[in-house]
């Protein structure tokens, strides 16, 4: 779990509006839901139930769809 000091922003009431991050604090987040988002996407390819297909012929499928 990531540790993280936030600091809020309020507003003239007191109510907590915002938050601010250090800069490493929020890369670290940023590369958590990177790896997070990894995960979930292999999940939903681990669940499906398509033939897979090797990684070389799906860079040439990808390749071929951008042009």
């Known amino acids: 779990m990531i540790s993280v000091k ?3 922003v309020v507003d003239e009431k007191g109510k907590r509006v ?9 890369q670290k987040i940023l590369l958590a839901l990177e790896e997070l988002d990894s995960i979930r996407a ?3 390819a681990k669940s499906s139930k398509e033939k897979p ?4 012929r799906a860079v040439i499928q990808i390749e071929r769809k951008r042009k």
Do not use: A, Q, T
Not at 53 to 56: D, G, I, M, N, Q
């Open 53 to 56: 297909v090797p990684f070389s």
């Open 42 to 44: 292999y999940d939903r």
């Open 6 to 8: 936030e600091k809020y």
């Open 18 to 26: 915002g938050i601010m991050l250090d800069m490493k604090e929020y």
